[in-house]
């Protein structure tokens, strides 16, 4: 650096930093001890993540409670505490946690094979499904054909009921209501002609 009185800016020594620069070079250049880590390519959660069981609910916190059961949700692999849901959902598709687990944020490239594998189990789905409503369909036909004859029954045993009465009704020759006025309705069997 030069010290002159009139000049009060920094100079630097190019020569010195050429030197720290090499160095680091030599530095990067050597090989290294520790091999990179191989992280697996992402994959898909083999388990359903549990949002609603503290839906509502209302929990005493003191400073003597454990982190893993105070406010929010609690994540053991990562150690931490997040207070609600969708910042816990953000929490475990984050790249922290996702490498904690032990994963890149890579997903692996799917072939054709595989694809196509994947439309066959679709369709087989799709084909249960379809079975699944007819099965559904045919039961509830059946249901409603019972209902029907149960409904046509019902109907035939109240015009057996009615004729029945009518019978009655030539017998005495009057209505029931006018035989009950003059006090002929308590005579007689208990039995109907059926």
């Not at 949002?51 to 929990?59: A, M, Q």
Request: with cysteine; proline share 3%; aromatic share 6%.
């Amino acid at each position: 650096m030069t010290m002159r009185p009139d000049d009060h800016r920094r100079k630097w020594d190019k020569n010195e930093y050429q030197k720290l620069a090499q160095e680091r070079l030599l530095n990067q250049s050597a090989p290294k001890d520790e091999e990179p880590v191989q992280r697996e390519n992402l994959k898909r959660r083999d388990y359903k993540v549990d949002l609603d069981s503290k839906l509502g609910k209302s929990v005493v916190i003191n400073k003597n409670t454990p982190t893993s059961q105070s406010g929010g949700y609690y994540c053991n692999v990562c150690d931490c505490v997040v207070k609600d849901s969708i910042n816990f959902l953000d929490h475990i598709n984050g790249k922290k946690h996702q490498r904690n687990l032990g994963m890149s944020m890579k997903v692996e490239r799917s072939t054709v094979d595989q694809v196509k594998d994947r439309f066959q189990q679709n369709k087989q789905k799709m084909a249960e499904k379809q079975k699944d409503y007819e099965l559904e369909k045919r039961l509830r036909e059946a249901k409603e054909e019972e209902d029907r004859y149960k409904e046509h029954r019902k109907e035939k045993r109240k015009e057996r009921k009615r004729k029945a009465e009518e019978n009655d009704e030539f017998a005495t020759g009057m209505p029931d209501d006018m035989a009950a006025i003059m006090g002929f309705s308590g005579f007689g069997g208990s039995k109907k002609n059926s």
